[in-house]
């Protein structure tokens, strides 16, 4: 994003309630977990259009605490939310890009029952790693792999 305008639009499309192609849960810690605190936004989980790619985020802070992998079983495990979504019915499986680097993600959608697809190396950069130039280069670039997680199979009785 170049510009205020495209980051505003970023930002319309991003949400909800503009945008019904995309499904987004924040990830709240409890009062209870730290007494006397109010309950607080520490990451969300979701999809983005056309509604199929799952993403997820928590802030670093509570990261290998196990809240991500709490709220991605209860988004899309057996019994997640997704699932029973009216709007989503259509949907067979979710897919997720996880950055090659990034094993904790990948023991994350694993609890789902996530199954590994395609890998792309060398497809993006990182922020951090963009040069003076603005551009990130060839040998920073990173790779990411596909991941699948199916729509639980309906037991019939």
Not at 60 to 87: C, D, T
Not at 119 to 129: A, I, Q
């Amino acid at each position: 994003m170049q510009t205020l305008a495209q980051s505003s639009e970023w930002i319309k499309e991003s949400l909800t309630s503009l945008n019904p192609n995309i499904d987004k849960y924040a990830i709240i810690l409890k009062s209870s977990v730290e007494p006397g605190m109010k309950p607080r936004m520490i990451g969300l989980v979701g999809t983005k259009a056309p509604g199929d790619e799952m993403v997820y985020m928590l802030n670093h802070l509570y990261w290998r605490q196990g809240y991500m992998s709490e709220a991605i079983v209860a988004f899309a495990g057996p019994e997640g939310i997704f699932w029973k979504l009216e709007n989503r019915k259509h949907i067979t499986s979710l897919m997720a890009d996880i950055d090659t680097e990034n094993f904790n993600s990948v023991k994350t959608i694993k609890k789902v029952g996530g199954r590994e697809g395609e890998t792309t190396m060398k497809c993006y950069g990182l922020y951090r790693d963009k040069g003076p130039d603005g551009i990130v280069p060839e040998e920073k670039k990173r790779g990411f792999t596909r991941w699948y997680v199916d729509r639980p199979a309906v037991e019939m009785s």
